[in-house]
């Protein structure tokens, strides 16, 4: 662990961007926020393959808030070529084909009016971690690590599981899809998985990372079915976990609240508190959004319990994915994503139900479910924390 942890400090940028619907001040707003920074020519050398990484998590239109916003990917490649970088997007979608995933998002003609290749992260590199915190070993897509350079675009959204996606987890995206699952069955306490995360994002580290908060996501069924919120802004920095605690607190979630922010700082693969970043640009103060609704989170809570306390509670305290019988089409998505496979119909195929004592409370469910079937039931230590 860095001996002079305590001294560090970070530096992050964060600038207004009213909307997407002008593409050329999107790009204005962007090249005003890495101006902060020293420019795109301190991230980008001529001649050097440039992975733009957005969050592609699945299919959704962009005006769902679910992914990075073509305008941003969009004005992101060009400053990349500016630079005389040579852009790819690429990322590994958490359902659905990458080619479907692309053209949805708007990643398809993006790439094709810009100038861009589309990549999908898939090919299988076996690489060690020196100074992991938990994971010694990791599966990561070659794609990424044979790029001279990664720029990450995130979005701001809530997480049912994690609290918060950002630009830590949104480097979760150079594992290969289907190994993320062995990931989350592996590592069912959030902790762990949080710690995982960092050990991705440190093996592959990106130059800059991007974050597009012109449009985020509330609520508690964050990242994908949860209510697109408007902030209007911009957020960049070098440091993804210092991104991520300007960024969370900016929506009021204080950053030790969430397990990326928190450990990373402790272990030294970012800077986490506040009072330890430079924010240039705006002021925290005069874009800080008050009614923005937070994940209302008891995995952390419940984990804490004793082993054999938790096993025999963990059903009525903590928060738990339920079925939507109304809503759901069978169309099996979220039977297929299950790690711990705790999801099956019903006799006489009635609909699908899932076993709790199985369920690692991953929220793949909620995530993958295209027709927002999967809601989050309130455990006993939700309901008392807001009494």
């Known amino acids: 662990m860095d001996s002079n942890k305590h001294d560090r400090r970070a530096v992050v940028a964060v600038v207004k961007c009213r909307d997407y619907s002008d593409r050329e001040a999107v790009y204005r707003g962007l090249e005003g926020l890495l101006n902060h920074l ?45 630079a ?6 690429g990322d590994s979608p958490g359902t659905g084909k990458f080619e479907s995933v692309c053209g949805r998002t708007g990643m398809t003609d993006v790439a094709e009016k810009y100038g861009a290749t589309l990549v999908r992260l898939c090919t299988r590199a076996d690489i060690a971690i020196p ?86 996501m509330e609520g508690q069924k964050g990242p994908r079915a949860g209510r697109p919120k408007h902030l209007g802004l911009l957020i960049a920095g070098t ?26 700082h402790a272990e030294g693969k970012g800077v986490g508190k506040l009072e330890q970043i430079k924010v240039i640009g705006e002021l925290l103060e005069d874009v800080r959004v008050t009614d923005f609704e937070a994940v209302k989170r008891t995995v952390g809570i419940a984990d804490r319990l004793p082993p054999f306390l938790f096993r025999l509670l963990r059903n009525h305290l903590s928060n738990k994915p339920r079925i939507n019988p109304r809503a759901c089409k069978l169309c099996m998505t979220c039977f297929k994503a299950c790690p711990p496979q705790a999801i099956h119909r019903r006799r006489k195929n009635t609909g699908l139900v899932i076993d709790y004592n199985k369920c690692i409370r991953c929220y ?3 995530e993958s479910c295209p027709h927002d079937a999967v809601d989050v039931k309130q455990g006993v230590l939700t309901k008392l924390r807001r009494r």
């Open 364 to 366: 793949c469910c909620l």
């Open 131 to 216: 100074n992991a915190i938990l994971m010694k070993r990791l599966v990561v897509a070659r794609e990424a690590l044979d790029a001279d350079a990664i720029i990450s675009i995130s979005k701001l959204k809530t997480h049912t599981y994690t609290a918060f996606t950002g630009a830590v987890k949104n480097m979760f995206g150079v594992v290969p899809g289907v190994l993320k699952s062995n990931y989350h069955l592996g590592l069912p306490g959030v902790d762990d998985f949080a710690k995982m995360l960092l050990d991705v994002y440190a093996a592959v580290p990106a130059r800059l990372h991007v974050m597009d908060a012109v449009w985020g």
């Open 84 to 89: 005389g970088g040579v852009p790819f997007i």
């Open 239 to 264: 440091d993804g976990v210092a991104v991520d605690a300007v960024a969370s607190r900016i929506v009021e979630i204080k950053p030790r609240f969430i397990p990326t922010t928190r450990i990373g």
């Open 38 to 82: 020293g420019g795109i020519e301190n991230f980008v050398n001529r001649g050097e393959r440039v992975l733009i990484k957005p969050n592609l998590l699945a299919g959704d239109p962009p005006d769902k808030a679910v992914t990075t916003h073509p305008s941003v990917v969009a004005g992101m490649v060009r400053l990349v070529k500016e």
